[in-house]
C-alpha cells in the first residue's frame, strides 16, 4: 500500500475506513494506519508526513514541525556564518600584510586578491540574511511543493521507461519520477519576484527542498514497513 495515500485516508473522524484490501484479508483501520505512523520515528520526517499528506493531523503538532525545521536550518546557518568570517579574516590578513616593513610584494597582492575572490564565492553561497524571518513561509512552500508535486510526464512517475524489452531509468527526471517545477512558481510561492528568487532565494529554497524531500522519503519508508507488519 502507498504510505501516503493511507495518510490521506485519515482524516480529521475517527471514522473506520475500508481501504479496500479485498481477499477476505481484514482491512486496516484508520486506528491500525495512526499506530502504524506512531512507529515512524520521531522527528523532521515523521512531521513532514503529516504536513503533506494529513493536514488535520499535523495542525494538531505544528510547533513540533517548527521545531524539527529550526533543528534543520540552525546548524547550517551558523556553519555558513562562520566560513563568512573566516573568510573575512583572511582577507582583513592578507591586507595587513601588505607592505609590512618594506614595498609590497606581487605574492603579497596575489594572496590579497585570492582572498577576495574566496570571500565573494562564500558571500554568494550564503543565503539571505532574512532568511530566519522568511523561514515559516519556505518551510510551507515548500511542504506544498512535496504534497502537489506533478508526475513526470515522460514516465508517469514511475522513475522508468520500457525501451524494448529493457526497464531503462527514466531520462527526463533521472529516475525520481517528479516533475520540474518551475522557478517562476517557487517564486511566486514565497511571494518573491523571479529574478529576485533566483538571485537571493534559490540556493535556500533548493537545499531545503532537497533535504525536507529526503526526511519526508525516509519516513514514508519507515510507515509503510509499519503498515504491512500491521497488515
Ligand atoms: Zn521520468
Not at 527526471?173 to 517545477?181: A, E, K, T
Request: with cysteine.
Amino acid at each position: 500500500m502507498n504510505p501516503r495515500e493511507a495518510m490521506g485516508r485519515l482524516g480529521p473522524t475517527t471514522v473506520k475506513f475500508d481501504i479496500g484490501r479485498g481477499g477476505g484479508k481484514p482491512d486496516l483501520t484508520n486506528q491500525d494506519i495512526a499506530a502504524a505512523l506512531g512507529m515512524v520515528p520521531a522527528g523532521l520526517g515523521r512531521e513532514l508526513l503529516e504536513a503533506c499528506w494529513w493536514p488535520d493531523g499535523a495542525a494538531l503538532r505544528r510547533h513540533k514541525l517548527r521545531d524539527a525545521v529550526i533543528a534543520l536550518v540552525t546548524p547550517e546557518l551558523q556553519r555558513q556564518q562562520r566560513r563568512l568570517a573566516e573568510a573575512r579574516t583572511d582577507l582583513g590578513l592578507a591586507e595587513v600584510c601588505i607592505g609590512w616593513g618594506g614595498a609590497a610584494t606581487a605574492e603579497q597582492r596575489a594572496n590579497r586578491d585570492a582572498a577576495q575572490q574566496r570571500l565573494g564565492r562564500v558571500k554568494a553561497q550564503c543565503w539571505p540574511i532574512s532568511t530566519l524571518e522568511s523561514l515559516p513561509t519556505l518551510a510551507m512552500a515548500v511542504i506544498s511543493e512535496i504534497a502537489r508535486r506533478p508526475h513526470c510526464a515522460s514516465c508517469e512517475g514511475r522513475g522508468q521507461t520500457l525501451s524494448g524489452e529493457l526497464l531503462m531509468t527514466c531520462k527526463v527526471c533521472g529516475g525520481s519520477g517528479l516533475g520540474q517545477v518551475s522557478d517562476r512558481r517557487r517564486a511566486a510561492a514565497i511571494g518573491r519576484d523571479e529574478s529576485t528568487y533566483r538571485a537571493k532565494w534559490r540556493v535556500v529554497y533548493e537545499w531545503m527542498l532537497q533535504q525536507f524531500g529526503e526526511s519526508e522519503q525516509e519516513a514514508s519508508w519507515a510507515l509503510q514497513r509499519a503498515l504491512s507488519s500491521a497488515a
